[in-house]
């Protein structure tokens, strides 16, 4: 299965001021260990991220791969890697066909990786993810992390349907029991 995972509030500790820097990038606990289970377990696994602090000028492509570069050596530590890592570097108001809660950056991941995006999840903390996340089809998960537990609150008539887990971890462990049943 393909599961899609926003970054900031899922995979690392998100922040009102963006995440700017090697040192402002901290995974949540037991994120990346979950992220270890699902590869093991042989889900795909892809970043979709909307990075707006770039537009903002807030921090550059370069930080920004630097980061990823980050994730992905603390992710080897766990024996994992991830399949892709996708991101939407515009503003809000450059209206692009990519940032979230588009559906641009979910299809081309489909197109990418030849999936079904009916048979994939996409996993965030905000309304936005979810919302990209059912313009395509996918099966959707919201975790209390970053701003999932504010999402809840402000949102809980949109997220119907929607399956909520405490975090990524949690998530990770129901759907692993489940597939073993």
Known sequence: MLIILDRDGVINED???????LDEWIPIPGALEAISRLKKAGHRVVVATNQSGIARGYLSDETLHAMHEKMKG??????????GIYYCPHHPDDHCACRKPKPGMLRQIAQDFSEDLTQAV????????????????CAVVLVKTGKGKETVSNYAGKLTGVSVYENLAEFATSLIKT???
């Open 15 to 21: 922040s009102l001021e963006y995440i700017k820097s």
């Open 122 to 137: 996409v996993v965030g903390d905000s309304l936005r993810d979810i919302e990209a996340g059912l313009a395509c089809g």
């Open 74 to 83: 603390e992710l080897n530590r766990y024996g994992a890697t991830l399949d």
């Open 179 to 181: 597939n073993l049943n």
